[in-house]
């Protein structure tokens, strides 16, 4: 891929030069879900500029995310979530199939490890064939046990349609195409202020401490910031009912050698998270986790001292892990909202009033499996939503 960064420096204008037009679109945030709207959105035949704070592509939440493809199992129904992640799933299978993005349908197993818990699996497979996915299957402990000989549960419901993805491969795959229909990736460009100006919204670009500042106006913008989607919003004046971040660290830890599972292994979900369980990569490298650490500031360190609670979890349902040999492996940063339900929450003109903005706050699991649909979404607000062309005196 011929891939030429740019900085505010050689693409923005600046203060002093007389602007005769403006940026048609703006996405503001260079992960899976700002990578995903720019392709939508310049394939729909906009002009889109995409910005991004660091100096590379896909450096926060999405950097650190298990790379799981949900079938849409846990979400109530009727949910944003539940929604986009079905849709999105066989979006993201076959836009890796045609593309070429590394990818497996291994399959999961959500399991219960008392026979109180079997009852939950029925009441979630309701819940889900009802949202649209028609594939899972209850099994019973000697149904579990020829599919997974070490695993130890009392029943469990399998679920087919889960897989793993390269993540990494998918955004630069998204970045090509976004490229290839006319998007303008622009990195290092932190927005420190967002001005609503006659239908149209200014953009202040670059470090706090700095006094190199770069100007952009633009008719439409999509807040995709992830971990800083709600600060950002909150700088535009007169927005309504902002919603507060909170922030959800999961950990993780990874253990030496193979694991004897073919299966991601999942157990019930827990508040705030879908417990500790098994993930695979591509590699077949087993990861653990995440847990749920709710922090005031995003932070990726992991706590080696967390690893006993981690293996009392593990072993509910794998007795056999060896002592001592869980490993602290990375941690991510989910993007909860103080005071909103955990579904996301995609706000356009028809929630706020203000024409041609898109807010996606609280993108956290399944975003990167919704992130197609997520983008397919957010392309129809605006179009629905489009103001008339607008120069700038």
């Keep these: 891929m011929d891939f030429r960064p740019l900085t505010c420096e050689n693409v923005l204008w600046n203060e002093r030069i007389d602007m ?6 703006v996405v503001i945030g260079a992960g899976v879900i700002g990578l995903a709207v720019a392709r939508e959105l310049a394939q729909r035949g906009r002009e889109v500029w995409l910005l991004e704070q660091a100096g590379a592509i896909g450096q926060g939440i999405s950097a650190r995310s298990s790379e799981v493809v949900h079938a849409g199992i846990y979400y109530p129904i ?26 497996r349908r291994l399959g999961k197993l959500v399991i219960a490890t008392e026979d109180a818990q079997l009852p939950l699996l029925e009441s979630m497979v309701m819940r889900a064939r009802a949202s649209g996915v028609d594939d899972l299957v209850l ?18 419901l399998s679920s087919p349609s889960t897989g793993i993805i390269d993540s990494h491969a998918l955004m630069w795959s998204l970045l ?23 239908g149209v919204l200014r953009l202040e670009i670059g470090e706090e401490d700095s006094d190199n500042v770069s100007l ?10 992830g971990l800083d989607a709600a600060g950002l919003a909150a700088m535009i004046e007169g927005l309504p009912d902002v919603p507060r971040a909170r922030y ?5 830890f990874s253990i030496a050698g193979r694991v004897p599972f073919e299966r991601l292994i999942y157990p019930l979900p827990e508040p705030g998270g879908l417990g500790v369980h098994l993930t695979l990569d591509l590699g077949g490298q087993a990861r653990f986790g995440p847990d749920v650490e709710w922090v005031e500031q995003p932070d990726y360190q992991v706590d080696p001292g967390r690893a006993g609670a981690f293996a009392e979890a593990i072993r509910r349902w794998w007795p056999a892990l060896p002592e001592t040999a869980l490993m602290p492996a990375y941690a991510g940063v989910r993007p909860k909202l103080d005071g909103r339900s955990g579904d996301f929450c995609i706000e356009g003109p028809e929630v706020h009033g203000l024409d041609g903005l898109v807010n996606l706050f609280g993108i956290e699991s399944p975003g990167l499996t919704a992130c197609l649909a997520i983008a397919r979404e957010v392309g129809d607000r605006l179009d629905g939503h489009r103001p008339v062309a607008l120069d700038i005196d």
Excluded: M
């Excluded at 005769?20 to 679109?25: A, G, K, L």
């Excluded at 992640?85 to 070429?100: F, I, T």
């Excluded at 959800?248 to 993780?252: D, F, M, Q, V």
């Design 78 to 103: 009727g949910s944003w979530k539940a929604r986009l992640c079905v849709e999105g799933r066989e979006l993201l299978y076959g836009y890796c199939a045609a593309r070429s993005v590394p990818f």
């Design 216 to 225: 952009l106006a633009t008719r439409q913008l999509v807040n995709a910031a």
């Design 139 to 156: 099994l019973d402990a000697d149904g579990v046990a020829r599919l997974e000989p070490s695993l130890r549960c009392r029943g469990a």
């Design 20 to 25: 005769q037009e403006i940026v048609d679109t």
């Design 248 to 252: 959800a660290k999961g950990n993780y």
């Design 176 to 198: 090509a195409d976004a490229e290839a229909a006319g998007a303008v990736l622009v990195l290092h460009s932190p927005v420190r202020r967002i001005d609503c100006d006659g």
